[in-house]
């Protein structure tokens, strides 16, 4: 199979040598997919920010930092650069104008096109009934998902047998998904959201309600003193994510500047995370140069608790559920078991160059939190609550931007400290540097700094960034990341350590035909696989190539070619390796109704461990990245139909043909064959 691909990789390349809205939201919902890799994300929140400033775009001559920095495409040095000029010589006349800005070169201002405008007249915003009546838009939401083939956990046997055991699902295969939503501009937005997983009950039996998930939000935005209010669930982001930082955000990407995070404060959540967000209120107040938020959550956690055994009424938490899941007999009886509750404020200064936040959280739960004590979690929190206190800063002196952040945990003066410099040598180079130290005992439940091990805990590491563009036609980007963990980690019995570099080379001539090729090497240490009284540290050496073609055959009909092969090398087994080969087709003709994704794909892996994730084009805000293993092809058609200029229907099929296995997964989740095909059904109407 490995000569087919590359007998198909060169045949697509010969005929595959603007960007759109949809492909610069593609690329950065496809730099959070490949960092996290993993199969089950909802980046709505991502999503909706883009989507919005493409509607409404942003006038850069009446607009401020906060708002360009929701955008997630310019650096603060970028913006600092054009909110000076401004301040210096008066309002731009036209986009041409930022060719003079000397942070911002070709390829920053073509990406930011799509979502700016220059405008000389002061837009006041008017929040009043008639106004809101006027624009406002509403839109409606709802999506059928199914994998078609039959597994293990939907036999149909007796609710005695389920009851006793977990290896079967209380409803059907369907996915159910439904929001309404009612939005002005960015300043007011209420709507509902809910959502029924694979194998939970529907309007019966463990779900009498309905949907296992639903989610309530009201946001206003706009005042002079009363700056924004959310009711209901919302997410909440501070400093750069150690202390609090509800939902994802980008970590060690190809685009080397986004180490730094730009937290927004709070904003409304639509998403159907179960986990990640926040509920009840937050509203943040202001005066001049300073801004208070104030915050408070309570909801109900899945997780699972323990009976002390000297006291008959008292109970431990002993862990958390994360998965969202509420299908079978032991995750029904898991679901909101306890309560957490946060609280807490965020006092900020905004100034032109120089910002700084104070936050103090309280952070607990109704219930004891008791884990079972093991060597490599001796120090995580245990009890039922504790503050946390952090300071962050961010500094722009001409030039360079200095950026840091730390955090203090109570329960066990843990630390964590992080502390950054991105550098613009001059329109054509960036230098990025971070530093961060993240004691074993420090833990917060919500954080999400830079880190390799995915949690803000135990680690400690130096990244070093850089970025070239030598030429408008080309671009490099690279990194190296150097880490180690002072303690034991879950499923590593000793203190590690290990580096990540990756190096991207990208050339694109012109706005028809892109192509970069990308070489990243991790080495991390883990366990042996071998049997040992004392089980041995060893290093795992991953390494992935890629070669990435994109190109614009005529207006709306665009072609890409991937091929990307990983090799695994560690000493108690075999060397594994892993090959992967995409073809897309994409057609967006503006003089047809009809959007078309084509994807067809072959794989060949020797193991899970050296599986592939590959972003995939899905319905609107539905995100899929599967992992590519074993041997096989992938297909797949996604079909837009936009009719009566405020409907958009959505029908996707996609499926996995095996070559060497004659069942998928496992357990309740096993597929007795060699095929996994899934459809989805999203219509979607805007008033």
Known sequence: MKIQFLFLFL????????????????????????????????????LQALNYFFDNPINLNNTTAEELKQLELLSDIQITDLLLHIKLHGKLISQYELQALKYWDLNTILTVLPFIKVDDRFEQVQLNFKEVLKYGKFESLFRFQRVLESKNGYENVPDSIKENSNSYYWGDPNRYYSRLRFSYRNNLSFGITAEKDPGEEFFKGTQSKGFDFYSFHFYYKGGKYLKSVSIGDYQLQIGQGLN?????????????TNIKKN?????????????????????????????????????????????????????????????????????????????????????????????????????????NFQKNEQAYNQFDFRGKGFMSTSVDYSYIWKNVNFFGELSHASFSNGLAFLQGIIVALDHKSSLSLLYRNYAKNYQTFYNNGLA?????????????????????AWAFNTYLDVFRFPWLKYLVDAPTQGYEYLGQLTYKPNKVLEIYGRFRQQLR?????????????????????????????????????????????????????????TQDLLLKLKSSPFDIALRYALFDTDSYDSRVYTFETNALYVFSVPAYYYKGSRAYVTLRYSFLRRFDLWLRYGTFIYANTTAISSGAEQINGNTKSEIVVQLRATF
């Open 244 to 256: 609090l930082w509800s939902g994802y955000a980008f970590g060690k990407t190809a685009d080397v």
């Open 11 to 46: 045949f697509f390349s010969l005929f595959s040598f603007s960007q759109t809205k949809q492909e610069i939201i593609q690329q950065r919902v496809e730099l959070i997919s490949e960092q996290l890799e993993s199969e089950d994300l909802d980046l709505t929140d991502v």
């Open 452 to 472: 390799e091990s995915g949690n803000t805990q135990n680690e400690k590491g130096m990244y070093l960034g850089f970025s070239h563009r030598p030429k408008s």
């Open 263 to 367: 937290a927004i404060g709070f904003k409304p959540y639509t998403s159907v995370d179960e986990n990640r967000f926040l509920r009840g209120a937050a509203v943040e107040l202001g005066y001049k140069k300073m801004s208070l938020i104030l915050f408070a959550s309570n909801k109900k956690v899945s997780g699972t608790t323990i009976q002390d055994s000297l006291v008959e009424d008292l109970e431990f938490v002993s862990s958390v559920d994360l998965s969202g899941f509420h299908r079978t007999n032991s995750e029904v009886k898991d679901k909101d078991i306890f309560t957490e509750q946060i609280a807490g404020l965020n006092l900020k200064y905004l100034g032109d160059q120089f910002n700084m936040g104070v936050a103090t959280i309280y952070q607990g739960y109704n219930l």
């Open 525 to 581: 240490q883990k366990n042996s696989r071998n049997e040992f009284d004392v089980t041995p540290i060893e290093d795992v050496i991953q390494r992935n190539y890629r070669i990435n073609f994109s190109y614009t055959v005529l207006e709306g009909v665009q072609l890409k070619t991937r091929l990307e092969y990983v090799t695994i090398n560690r000493p108690s087994n075999t060397a594994e390796q892993g090959m992967i080969f």
